[in-house]
């Protein structure tokens, strides 16, 4: 699960594809590009988080999110997420 904060606009969907510099997300919103918020996805006890922008909306898919902003801890968390998905 992914979750997405922007303001008032707040909502979950599932991860579709992750990288280092950004993820799509599977969900039915219709966020505009542009729109910059908070995402967050939970690894086990620990939730990794980053800014990140609507780069575009994909039909029958979701969203790809462009990352723009992670702490050196989140950094670390992504890096652990791309080696156990085989990304790296």
Known sequence: MVGFVSGETRFVGYLVALGRNGLIMRCAENIEPGTIGR?????????????????????RVGLHFKFLRMSSCDRTLLRRLLQQTGRD
Do not use: N
């Open 39 to 59: 995402l967050g996805i939970v690894m086990g006890t620990e939730i990794f988080r980053v800014v990140a922008v609507v780069r575009r909306r994909i039909a």
